[in-house]
Structures are given as C-alpha cells and as structure tokens.
C-alpha cells in the first residue's frame, strides 16, 4: 500500500530539491518541473480524494516516530474537514504554476519557493501532530515572505516585513497553546487525535489556551480588528503570491480554528462562542463595507476575503454554540463548504486582477470602461467570479452561506444581520463590473489582448468547478458531512 | 586511579593536542600545528563515544562524567574543530599562527573542565583556563582594536573570577566542602552559602555573557580574530552554561535560585535583542544576539528538578545554536563584517545567501530548523516548571528576533551587490558543515533523550 498522503504532501518539496540540484536550468525546465511536480500532486490528492472518509476520526494516517521520548512524531492523515482543503490546495498550486509560466526574473527561485509553499500548505491540513502542524504553519510564512520581498510590487519590502512580523507575532501564542495542550494531558503525546478525542485542559487553563489559539488564527484568517496586514500583503505581493495567500493560506486560520479551538477546546469555545461570534459579524459586515469603498480592484477583492471569511467564522462559532447536533453539523458542513469555494472564488478573481494589472499596469477601477467588448473572454470570466463571490444561487459560495445562516437561525438568530454583507457585497461587485466591464470602451485599452490559452488553463478548472459546486455541492458536502455528522464535542 | 584517566581520555587527549600543537609552532611548523590539533580534537570526539550513557564521578566526585559533560565533548569539540578552520583561513601566514591552534584547544579544555565540574575548584580551574587562552587569543592581531578589546576583557574577566573566588571562599567557609553535590542535603541554606551562589553566578555569567556581566562581549568579539569571536560565542559560552547548570541542578528547589535565573533570564533576551537592534557591524549584531540566546539557556536551567525537558532541552539548544551560530559567523568571514557588505549577497551567490538565511532564520526559532526545535524544548521545560510568564517573555522577544536578524537577510536581497572575493575552501566547508547540522539536527533530537535520559 503505497503512503498517498507523505507522497502527495513531500512530492513539491521533491520537485523543489530537483529544480536547486539542476546546474543551471533554463525558464522553461524550470516551470515544466513545476507544472509536472503540481500535476502528480494534484494525481496524489486525487487519489486521496477517491479513497475517502470514513465517519468519525481521521482516515489514511501514516505514522512515523520521531522524537518518542516526547511523544512527537510524524503523523499525517484527513478527514472530512481537510480533504476538501488538500484537494483545493492542489488545483489551486497547480493553476498558479501554469499562470506563472511566463516568468522570466529568477524563475529558478520562483518556482522552488512556490513548491515548498504547496508542501507547507498540503502539509498544514494534513498534520496530526501539534508540533508537525506548526512546522507547517510556519514555513508557509518564511516562504510567503519571500515571494512578496522578492517578486512583489513596488513597496514590497515593507508589506513582506509587515507581513512577516505580524503573523510570526500572531503565530506565538499558538505555540503556547500546543505546549499547553501537551502537558496538560494525561499520557503526554503531541498527537492530534488524542487530543481531540480527549481533550486535554479544562477550566481556566482551557480558556487560556483558546483565547491564545484564538489570537493566532484571528491573525491568520484575517478577523477584524487584527487584519491590518492583509490588504498591504495582498496589494503588493506578485498575483500568485495573492492567489496562494487568500485561496489557501487564509484556510490555515479558519482550518485551525475548527482543529484546534473548536476541537481540542470545545467547552471553552462553547462558553466564549457569543464572542467569537460577534467578532464574526464585525468581520463580515466590516468587510463589506470597506470593499465598497476601494477603488483598487485588489484591494476590493481582499476586502471581500474579510467579508467571507466572517462567514466562516460565524459558521463555526454557531456549530460551538449548538445544542442541537443537526444544527451543528449544517453550520459546520457550511463553514468547511465556504472555505472550499472561496479557495476557487477568489482564487479565480486575483487570477483575473492579476490579468487586468498585467496588461494595464494599473488596478484603478476608474481607469478602465467597456472592458467587456476589448476582451470579452476576460470579462465574462470576472463576472462569472464577481456573481459566484456575491453568492448568486447556483454558484460556489451559495451552498456555504445557506447552510450558515440555517445554523445560525437555529441557534442564534441574531446574527443573522450579517446577512446585510450579502447585499453590500452584491453592491460591491455590481460597481466594480460597471466600472471596469461595461460602458463605453476607452480607446486607450483597445489593444488590449484577451485570454492566451495559458491563462485559459489557469482559470479554467477554477470556473468550472465554481459552477460545479454551485449547482451539485453534494460532491464535496458529502466527504465533509461525513466528518462533521460524527462530530461529538 | 587508573579507572578515572581511562574515564577522562578525551579531557587528556585535547590536552595533548593543545601540547603538540604548541610543540610543532615552535619548530616553526604550522601547518603540522593545526594538523595535529585536528587530529587531537578527532580523536577526542571518538573516544567520547564509547562514553556515551555513562553516569559517574571521577576523583572522588569532583570531576563529573554525566550526559552533561559527555555531549559538552560531542558538542564542542566539533566546534572547536570547526573555529579551528576558520582560523586557519583567517590568520594563515602571521607569525606565531601555530599558537592561535593551541590556544583554542586549551580554552576547550577549560570549557569541558567547566562543564563536568562537580566541584567549586573545578569551577574556578575551568574558569581561569578558558579566560587565560582566550585573552591572548584576542589580542592576537597585535592591533590597536585588538589590544583595546583584550585589556577591556582581560580587566572584566579578572575582576569577575576574582569576585567569584572571593564568593567561593564563603562558600566554602559555611558549608565545610567544596563539593557543590553537598550542596543537595542542606536544609536550610546559610547566607554565607547564598553569597558564594551569587559570586558563581557572577563568575559564570561573565563567562556566558549573561546581562549585566556582558560589557566585553561586543568588544571582544570585534577586535579580535573572527574566528576567535565565533569561538567564544559558542565554546567557552556552553562550557558556562552547562557549568551552572551542573550547579543548579543540586540546589534544593526553595532556594530563590530559579527565580534570580528567571531574572537575567529575561535581561539577557530582551537587552541582548534591543542592543542587536541598533548594530550596523554584523559581528557586533551577532554579539549581542549571542548574549541574548544565551538567556534563552536560562529557560532549561530554571527548570531544572522540576521538569524532564530541562536537561534534554539545554543540551540540544547548546547542539543547535553551536551549528548556527558557528554557521554565521563562517558566512560573515566569508561576506564582510558590516551590514553593506551583504548587500545582493542572495543575487550574487545564492547559496551562501540560503545558507546565512537558514542560520538567521534557525536563530529566530522558525520551524523545522534546529534552533526552533532546541527552543521548543526549552519553552516546554519552563511551562513544565510553572515559569510560564518566562516562556511568554521568551516568545515575544522571538518577534524581536526576527526584527533582528531581518536586517540582515533583507539587504541581501534588497540592493545592488558588492565584489567579493572567493572566500577560502575551509570557510566553505564549515558554512557546509554547520549547515547541514542546523537542517537536520532536529530530525535527530530522539537520540538527546534516549542518550541523555540514561
């Protein structure tokens, strides 16, 4: 039986290694090694997808020891919570490394960071040791910094620094968090499982390890008020650094949340869930309002990861505060379902930024007009985005948001006035389309080329697999009802 | 007699290496010098291993050869190995080089005699041997820089031992035994023996430049050698360090020991960073992160008896931080010693580039480097301890260790790049060497427990 996940998860970092060992390769080995490492990664993942889950506790879990004396190891596996996560990573890598094929400046480094970024990533979702997981964690970061430093935009080196420091500050704490966990259980192991299944601390000690897993990921995800670096990162880092940063790496905040806090502190987190929960709303309606107010269309689309990512905390706040187990399993399938989509969503709308600013060197959505007639390929892909993001019935992130607002009714229905972000968002969306797409076109973009067949390939599977979800979400639903319908916190 | 030499071959083989290496510079043969040197250290790290798990005392429990003072020899002697490249590249060709060889072996001596010391007057021995050899190492260079930074250390370090044997001397006097073992029994602890703690903690604090016995670090470490500096940062440093805590780990729990230790603890790591922050001379930076990673070995030593991390955590932290750190410095010999000598080195030579990030990055505590695994184990030990306040300092001050050693890593990718010269063969191999240790040390970290544990 071959080990699929170690496979899938240490294939990028082969690829990486592969592509430094070569003497000097050319652009076009180098991205081809890329391309073909994130295609067997996205094989690997597919694998794991067929294998699936089974209900309760984790599946495909490979073990090795490590450090027994301390009960550390490696232990990797899924379930329902992580698969869809692994599976979005490894289409959304594999999408970037064909979007970046044309990368001529250092594509050597290029493409070595971004792989060790997929391992990290794919890693993160399927760790099941505390200390493996923060491994994970952290390297994504080492490794985003140096893309935003070193093929970013043009105040990159302070955004990178920002970056850097901000979310290694608010990566610390968690760091407690799992030491905390570690001594506080019986039969000392850093295993996940154990932990999950038992949890370890109680009372004060329970809260203290919430509130500090809490702070970690509320810088991750990014929640309201700690999101400060988000749009700095995201308006000066390269367009797969963007893509890679809120289509994943924004995940690893909302994953660690359901993991760790809701998982391994679920009394605590049931106690302080009314808080999270308010953070949820600020974080959703906050979002909103402030992507209304961007004229940069970057900024506008991280604007709306606030918004989304508010949701998603919602969701999982309500399935904390449930009594009922059906409803918390539909806030949790709907919170897990949202990440999956606004992985593909917004992934596909900083592709289409990306695009935009490629050709025009420039994101001001008050400079363009009629976009929609220059490049209609273009323009309907963005729109299609654009309406899938707003949570058009039949798109993505429909499904997500339905199910979340049904738990929230089911529980407390108070927060549903966060389902005033939908209509801002809306309103959001529909002024970015008229700005850029519709009007009369500008004569200064009628040069402007449409899609190559490159970029075709990147957003393609995006697209098609928005629509997909939109219309059928029982083909991820299933693998994650699975999981979250066994869940007993 | 016979059963403690055999136990203490490795401490007579760098002793007689120290020797030969003496011998052959005086027949004006340097290059036997260092050859001879290297041969002794070899040998010595060899011999130690069949050592490996042994717990026990020689000449009558003065001398200790416990997992503490075993992997002080795995540790430092490769280390010493390591600055003994370095100095070769660097002082090749001057006059009496051969003396620089033997003088970094006899301060090794000293650093392993100080790790083992089961007694005071070993402390004192250790103390003496170590500060003498590296005092004429850095005035070496025979240089105004060089002069001024060995009169500033050799002052410091005099009157530090100085008072630290007038405290010993109370020590003494109240507790009738110079044993630090005897220590353990006493009930209530006499003022006398508080003072003489005080006096050790003063003595070995200067020798691990722990604030605020840490004045002659930052002048010490930029006058003299670079491979000198790299030297006392790593060897003579975990000598101390694992001195006090041969110390430590005798003293009954209720003393207010681990409190004080908690205190320069957080003195050493906040300080140390702060003053990195402001360098624009990398050695300089380096120095006073050196003396603020070295109060990240204070999170094991307040843990000591209360938690079974500490003494594991304490000797893998010396582990890695003696591979990243020796790693720096081989980078800056090859680089240049200012901040704008490593402008574009990432474009330029990209591999050094990658290597001194790894370093920088292994000294912050980023996973899944050595350093993060080596401060893991530490926060672990004083959570375990009930020091978690000195864990959440320790944490923080990593943030400030990442600002730190970003304004390095940031210019070498950031500006144009400056020439360099190609650095000599040895330089490289040490950056190698040290890197590969940094990478994989931490997959290794089971063999510190099983071994140590023992």
Known sequence: MLPIVSLTLFLPLAGAALILALPGPTARTVHSIGIGTASLTLVGALAMWLEGVSGAGFSQVEELEWIPAIGAAYRVGVDGISLPLVLLSAMLFLGAFIYASSLRERPRAYVALVLLLETAAIGTFAALDGILFYVFFEVSLVSMYFMIAGWGHEDRQRAALMFFIYTLLGSLPLLLAILGLYLGSPDPSFDMRAWIANPPLEGAAAMWALVAMLVTFAVKIPAVPLHTWLPAAHVQAPTVGSVILAGIMLKFGTYGLVRFALQMTPEAFHEAGVVVLVFGVIGALYGAFAALAQTDLKRLVAYTSINHMGYVIIGVAVAALALDPSVRATALDGAVLQMFSHGLVTGALFFLVGMIQERAHTREMGEFGGLLKTVPLLGWSFMLAAFASLGLPGLAHFPGEFQIFLGTLGSVPAAVVSILGLAIIAGTFLKAIRETFLGEPQSRWHSMPDLSLREVLALAPLLVLTVATGVAPSWVLDTIHRTTSALVL | ?454
């Open chain 2, 1 to 454: 007699m016979g059963r403690d030499l055999a136990l203490l071959i490795p401490e007579i083989a760098v002793l007689l290496a120290a020797v030969s290496a003496l011998i052959a510079e005086i027949l004006r043969r340097p290059r036997a010098s260092l050859a001879l040197a290297m041969l002794g250290l070899f040998v010595a790290t060899g011999l130690t291993i069949r050592l490996v798990g042994t717990d026990t005392t020689v000449f009558g429990g003065s001398f200790r050869i416990d997992a503490l003072s075993i992997w002080a020899k795995l540790i430092l002697l490769p280390a010493t190995m390591l600055s003994l490249l370095l100095a070769s590249a660097e002082v090749r060709g001057t006059v009496r080089e051969g003396t620089v060889y033997s003088l970094l072996c006899l301060a090794t001596v000293g650093a392993l005699i100080l790790a083992g010391a089961g007694d005071m007057m070993f402390l004192v021995l250790g103390l003496l041997l170590t500060s003498l050899a590296t005092f004429a190492l850095v005035a070496y260079p025979d240089d105004d820089p060089a002069t001024e930074a060995a009169m500033k250390y050799f002052v410091f370090g005099s009157v530090a031992g100085a008072v630290m044997i007038f405290g010993l001397t109370y020590w003494f006097g109240a507790a009738g035994s110079t044993m630090i073992a005897d220590l353990e029994g006493t009930e209530a602890i006499p003022l006398a023996v508080i003072f003489g703690l005080v006096a050790v903690i003063v003595g070995l604090g200067y020798k691990a430049s722990l604030v605020p016995f840490h004045f002659w670090v930052p002048d010490a470490y930029e006058g003299g050698p670079l491979s000198v500096a790299a030297f006392l940062s790593v060897v003579p440093k975990v000598g101390a360090l694992f001195a006090l805590t041969q110390v430590f780990r005798d003293l009954p729990s209720e003393s207010g020991g681990p409190a004080v230790i908690a205190g320069l603890a957080v003195l050493s790591m906040t300080y140390g960073y702060l003053a990195a922050l402001v360098q624009d001379n990398v050695v300089r930076l380096l120095a006073y992160s050196s003396i603020a990673q070295s109060g990240y070995f204070l999170l094991g030593i307040v843990a000591l008896g209360e938690s079974s991390f500490a003494l594991p955590s304490i000797i893998f932290f010396a582990a890695a931080y003696a591979a990243m750190n020796l790693g720096a410095f081989a980078v800056i010999a090859a680089v240049g010693r200012t901040l704008n000598d490593f402008n574009g080195l990432g474009r330029a030579q990209p591999l050094v580039g990658v290597a001194m990030v790894l370093f920088l990055l292994s000294l912050v505590g980023i996973p899944p480097l050595a350093g993060f695994v080596g401060k893991f184990l530490l926060f672990a030990a004083a959570i375990h301890a009930q020091f978690t306040w000195l864990a959440v300092v320790a944490i923080l001050n990593s943030v400030l260790a990442l600002a730190v050693y970003m304004r390095i890593i940031v210019p070498m990718y950031r500006q144009e790049e400056v020439p360099h010269d190609a650095a000599s063969i040895w330089i490289d191999i040490v950056t190698l060497t040290a890197l590969l240790a940094t990478v994989t040390i931490g997959l290794a970290a089971q063999f510190f427990f099983v071994k140590s544990m023992a």
